[in-house]
């Protein structure tokens, strides 16, 4: 039987009507056609369909759409402020060269976003921890550590001067 739910995603409330067995990223990708969030393994184990929910990094595959009932939901599509600005790790990932194929990049971001709100001047051990559960084939994952490790420092610069 389906139950319908109401979730907020990337600030805006969404009613959907869900199998219980439907997951957050399939109702995501394809009933809200979000498709920035990635689906790699499915089982938990690769980071790509990384959200946040109610500020927590969560694995979307693993996460059932009725879990996710009265939340807010974060995805990539809502990292940026605006459609002609990017989040500023956006712009370090892009300007350190951090994404290849791009596939883990959103699920990243959004590890990435979570560590910050956490810990705003993480060291690169603490950065390293936070990734733990994105897997890159690509880039060998120092060009990431250090896009986080900028925007972080360029985040606090730009909270200071607005003190
Ligand atoms: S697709 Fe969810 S952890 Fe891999
Ligand atoms: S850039 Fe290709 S998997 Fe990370």
Redesign the pocket.
């Known amino acids: 039987m389906k139950h319908v739910i109401t979730l907020n995603v990337n600030g805006d409330p969404y009613t959907v009507s869900v199998d219980p067995s439907q997951t957050l990223n399939e109702v995501l990708r394809e009933e809200l056609n979000l498709t920035g969030v990635k689906l790699g393994c499915g089982s938990g184990d690769c980071g790509a369909c990384t959200v946040l929910m109610d500020g927590r990094a969560v694995s979307s595959c693993l996460t059932l759409a009725v879990e996710a009932e009265g939340k807010d939901i974060l995805t990539v599509e809502g990292l940026a402020p605006s459609g002609e600005k990017l989040h500023v790790i956006q712009e370090e990932f892009i300007d350190k060269g951090a ?7 959103a699920g990243m971001e959004m590890s990435a976003l979570h560590l910050l709100n956490k810990n705003p001047s993480p060291t690169e051990t603490e950065i390293r921890e936070a990734l733990s559960g994105n897997l ?4 060998g994952y120092a060009k990431i550590v250090e896009a986080i490790s900028s925007a972080a420092q360029r985040m606090n610069d730009a909270s200071e001067r607005n003190q």
């Open positions: 994404i290849q194929c791009g596939f883990c990049t890159c084939r690509c880039t």
